[in-house]
């Protein structure tokens, strides 16, 4: 019998006084599951990303503040501790108690919700994220962005010619409509806000996250080595498995079509 393949919509509300969109996917959407898997994406993306996984698991994956379609306000609390309030804000909208998490690049910052939260996650799967541990230097365009007029002057010359050479195309060609100002100035927020001993701070609770994880991982990132896969297996307190992909980059679904696989295995209630 053919798998049912969920359908992927598309939401929109008020979260504070500012719009927040997210995707979404149930087999049953009458009765979504009571433990959903929860996809948080990173820098400079939005939920287009997790399409294929949403279709595979089912879900929710929400439009960070200052990303996609979700508010952009100037005065945005785009930091690592916002993100992780907006986390919280975001289940709580959703009326989700538990979650089955999935995290790439600054998505990392559903781990910080969920070293306060662990016995809200059921499973966790951790894909090239930025590291909240010891020992990580930001790579050279992170350094740019931190950098007063540098990172300014670095955002307006951005191009979709130069985005599509920092990324999958296909994926670029989806951010670029939405990469706009309110976009790039949440980036330069984030990344100022967030200098190498604050994310090492930030991780200082991962050995409260003793539910079963997954470490995936491309071995060919330019942003994060990938040392810091088998460091985030240390630093997590339960069960990990680690997976190293040595033909893949950052985005490494992009690169081979069985991470959606993988990811969805693992994730499987």
Same mark, same amino acid.
């Given at each position: 019998?053919?798998?049912?393949?969920?359908?992927?919509?598309?939401?929109?509300?008020?979260?504070?006084?500012?719009?927040?969109?997210?995707?979404?996917?149930?087999?049953?959407?009458?009765?979504?599951?009571?433990?959903?898997?929860?996809?948080?994406?990173?820098?400079?993306?939005?939920?287009?990303?997790?399409?294929?996984?949403?279709?595979?698991?089912?879900?929710?994956?929400?439009?960070?503040?200052?990303?996609?379609?979700?508010?952009?306000?100037?005065?945005?609390?785009?930091? %690592?501790?916002?993100?992780?309030?907006?986390?919280?804000?975001?289940?709580?909208?959703?009326?989700?108690?538990?979650?089955?998490?999935?995290?790439?690049?600054?998505?990392?910052?559903?781990?910080?919700?969920?070293?306060?939260?662990?016995?809200?996650?059921?499973?966790?799967? %951790?894909?090239?994220?930025?590291?909240?541990?010891?020992?990580?230097?930001?790579?050279? %365009?992170?350094?740019?962005?931190?950098?007063?007029?540098?990172?300014?002057?670095?955002?307006?010359?951005?191009?979709?010619?130069?985005?599509?050479?920092?990324?999958?195309?296909?994926?670029?060609?989806?951010?670029?409509?939405?990469?706009?100002?309110?976009?790039?100035?949440? %980036?330069?927020?984030?990344?100022?806000?967030?200098?190498?001993?604050?994310?090492?701070?930030?991780?200082?609770?991962?050995?409260?996250?003793?539910?079963?994880?997954?470490?995936?991982?491309?071995?060919?990132?330019?942003?994060?080595?990938?040392?810091?896969?088998?460091?985030?297996?240390?630093?997590?307190?339960?069960?990990?498995?680690?997976?190293?992909?040595?033909?893949?980059?950052?985005?490494?679904?992009?690169?081979?079509?069985?991470?959606?696989?993988?990811?969805?295995?693992?994730?499987?209630?």
């Amino acid at each position: 019998m053919a798998r049912r393949v969920p359908a992927v919509t598309e939401h929109t509300a008020t979260l504070g006084d500012q719009p927040v969109f997210w995707r979404a996917a149930a087999d049953d959407p009458a009765n979504p599951p009571d433990v959903p898997v929860l996809y948080l994406h990173g820098v400079p993306t939005a939920s287009d990303q997790w399409v294929r996984f949403l279709a595979r698991t089912g879900g929710l994956a929400p439009d960070l503040p200052g990303f996609g379609c979700s508010g952009k306000r100037g005065d945005g609390d785009f930091t %690592i501790e916002g993100y992780a309030r907006f986390v919280d804000d975001f289940l709580a909208l959703t009326d989700v108690d538990r979650v089955r998490l999935v995290v790439h690049d600054w998505g990392a910052v559903g781990l910080v919700w969920a070293q306060r939260n662990p016995e809200r996650v059921e499973r966790l799967a %951790i894909l090239d994220a930025v590291p909240l541990l010891p020992g990580y230097r930001w790579h050279r %365009i992170a350094r740019a962005w931190r950098t007063r007029a540098v990172g300014e002057t670095l955002m307006g010359a951005t191009t979709r010619f130069a985005l599509r050479r920092t990324m999958p195309p296909a994926l670029a060609d989806t951010i670029w409509p939405y990469f706009d100002q309110g976009t790039q100035r949440a %980036i330069l927020r984030l990344y100022r806000t967030s200098p190498e001993e604050r994310l090492a701070a930030a991780g200082a609770g991962l050995g409260r996250l003793t539910c079963p994880a997954l470490v995936l991982w491309g071995d060919q990132d330019p942003y994060v080595p990938a040392r810091f896969a088998d460091a985030y297996a240390a630093a997590l307190g339960g069960p990990t498995e680690v997976e190293h992909l040595p033909d893949a980059g950052h985005w490494s679904w992009y690169d081979r079509s069985d991470v959606v696989a993988r990811v969805a295995e693992f994730m499987a209630p």
